[in-house]
């Protein structure tokens, strides 16, 4: 295991009373993927994806005591990321992939009916998942600081466009400085707060554990997903920072208003890191979800919540 490897592992740990347990799962492709769960199986489960160049990580203000006292969590490092492994093949990269990853985690740790949680490119994984397996197995579809494809992907503007190109060029030089520094301003683009120390540590590591080839190949990976808002059996709900440049609340806003499956919740104080920003507020939200029907429809949408 490599030093930054050592160093993510050891912050994911350092939660003082948490009962996480570690183990490695391997996916269909053989890929063997680093799992992390809290909690007791059989109660209201939840399965964390994390985001681009990111890992399980990022979760670590969810995997408190108290939220593993009261439900089953399960986050992993999505392939190519974090201490997962990193195949070299670009095929190992299509969205069937990530899907069938989802698939495997879901069986292996026995989540029962999960709500999966998708943050930034989680939201894409998750919805890969669902137009691969179906939402049979699921409860429903949290999609944090992501939209998943389900309205179009607009190019970057203003902040956002400096921010990303600032970004390509230091996370795309082969200086290693660059890339420090790269990692250092992305991490510090996700929350609208200041994180604790130990989880920007953790997340700094984890983007300097992602390959090049494995970015590169990401590149290649489909992001538009509106063919599925009309087929969609689940509910959708999109949770988004009111401070993330990132990501346009205006199309969220109108899909959520024709489409029956899916609600949005407004973080008006918060950034692309919801989770992080306000915790209380969103454990509240995903407490409602993992006590809610599957078959229950959307709470109408045309007012979203903007406390």
Not at 20 to 49: I, K, Q, S, Y
Not at 56 to 76: E, G, I, K, N, Y
Request: aromatic letters at 6%.
């Amino acid at each position: 295991m490599t030093v930054l490897a050592l160093a993510a592992a050891a912050a994911l740990a350092a939660e003082p009373g948490a009962a996480l347990r570690h183990r490695t799962v391997t996916a269909a492709d053989g890929v063997p993927l680093a799992v992390v769960e809290c909690g007791t199986p059989g109660r209201p489960a939840a399965l964390l994806l994390h985001g681009f160049s990111l890992a399980s990580t990022s979760f670590l203000p969810l995997m408190t005591p108290a939220d593993c006292a009261r439900w089953h969590l399960v986050a992993f490092d999505q392939r190519g990321h974090g201490r997962s492994g990193k195949p070299w093949t670009p095929s190992a990269y299509a969205a069937e992939r990530w899907a069938d990853d989802v698939a495997s985690v879901i069986a292996a740790t026995g989540l029962s009916r999960p709500v999966i949680v998708g943050w930034s490119f989680g939201g894409y994984t998750a919805l890969d998942y669902w137009r691969r397996h179906g939402g049979s197995k699921l409860r429903a579809i949290n999609l944090v600081g992501s939209h998943g494809g389900l309205v179009e992907r607009l190019p970057p503007t203003g902040e956002a466009a400096a921010n990303a190109g600032s970004l390509a060029a230091l996370q795309g030089s082969d200086d290693v400085v660059d890339n420090l520094r790269g990692a250092e301003m992305f991490v510090g683009l996700m929350s609208a707060r200041p994180l604790p120390d130990r989880v920007a540590a953790a997340m700094r590591a984890s983007v300097l554990m992602l390959p090049p080839y494995a970015r590169a190949a990401m590149r290649a990976h489909r992001l538009d997903n509106r063919d599925l808002v009309a087929r969609l059996d689940v509910p959708v709900t999109v949770s988004l920072g009111g401070k993330d440049a990132s990501i346009p609340i205006g199309p969220i806003e109108a899909l959520a208003s024709t489409a029956a499956r899916v609600r949005l919740s407004v973080y008006p104080a918060a950034g692309h890191m919801v989770f992080a920003d306000e915790p209380a507020r969103f454990r509240a939200e995903l407490g409602r979800l993992l006590s809610e029907e599957k078959g229950a429809p959307a709470r109408p949408s045309t007012n979203p919540t903007r406390e």
